[in-house]
């Protein structure tokens, strides 16, 4: 099974360094999530934190952009 992972992963490297607009798309979407994980790792309630992160990204994805 890590065989085919790594394959996938190889795959979608080489499609990322071919593309410039893709390389731009994933460095805003990697800094985004690293501004996460800086946000949970200070909170003191970790686990609410990543649920509210994981919340926001759900929302995120199906549109909802927090209008109500």
């Given amino acids: ?7 996938i992963a190889r795959y ?15 460095v805003k979407t990697v800094r985004t999530l690293v ?3 800086k ?3 200070r909170d003191e ?6 649920g ?3 919340r926001r990204a759900m929302d995120k994805l199906q549109g909802n952009r927090g209008d109500g």
């Avoid at 099974?1 to 394959?7: A, N, Q, Y």
């Fill in 39 to 41: 946000g949970i790792a």
């Fill in 12 to 26: 979608a490297a080489q499609r990322l360094a071919s593309d410039p607009e893709a390389r731009d798309k994933t």
């Fill in 35 to 37: 501004d996460e994980a």
């Fill in 1 to 7: 099974m890590s065989l085919l992972f790594r394959h």
């Fill in 52 to 54: 509210r992160a994981v």
């Fill in 45 to 50: 309630d970790r686990a609410r934190a990543a």
